[in-house]
């Protein structure tokens, strides 16, 4: 995929899109996102805050490694700044729209299950007691 696609893509799927050139912010299912390029490196990614990183708990930290893991499948929580990010990082030129897609809607699902099921609300991989994730919610 190619900038001028991976535009393309996002506007397809997002309301409120801004940017141009290699970065764009947008909302999708009510999540506030960020696409990043860098074409030197063939590299994009898609993130969205969730939760300053004071507000939460070890027991939400071991959450999140375990989703990376688990059930967050191509989205990884992660920190930047002093803030819990939901990231999908890819090579761009491999990309495709259906990857795109995906990523789009996995990003915004590892947002809005974060402190439940910390889910990318796509194929789980894990242990048959993977659903005791809710045991984690946010207060």
């Not at 535009?7 to 141009?20: F, M, P, Q, R, T």
């Not at 969205?48 to 990884?76: F, G, K, Q």
């Not at 939901?86 to 990857?99: E, M, T, V």
């Amino acid at each position: 995929m190619d900038l001028e696609g991976l535009a393309l893509g996002i506007e397809a799927i997002a309301e409120d899109v801004e940017g141009e050139g290699g970065g764009w912010h947008f909302v999708v299912e009510g999540v506030r996102m960020a696409c990043m390029t860098d074409t030197h490196y063939d590299r994009m990614r898609i993130v969205a805050p969730i939760v300053e990183l004071r507000s939460i708990n070890t027991e939400h930290l071991y959450a999140m490694l375990e989703a990376n893991y688990h059930t967050a499948l191509d989205v990884r929580y992660a920190i930047s700044e002093g803030v819990v990010m939901a990231a999908f990082i890819h090579p761009l030129s491999p990309l495709d729209d259906a990857q795109l897609r995906s990523a789009i809607r996995q990003v915004a699902s590892a947002v809005t299950s974060f402190g439940r099921n910390y889910s990318s609300g796509e194929l789980v991989f894990g242990p048959s007691g993977a659903d005791d994730a809710d045991k984690h919610e946010l207060n």
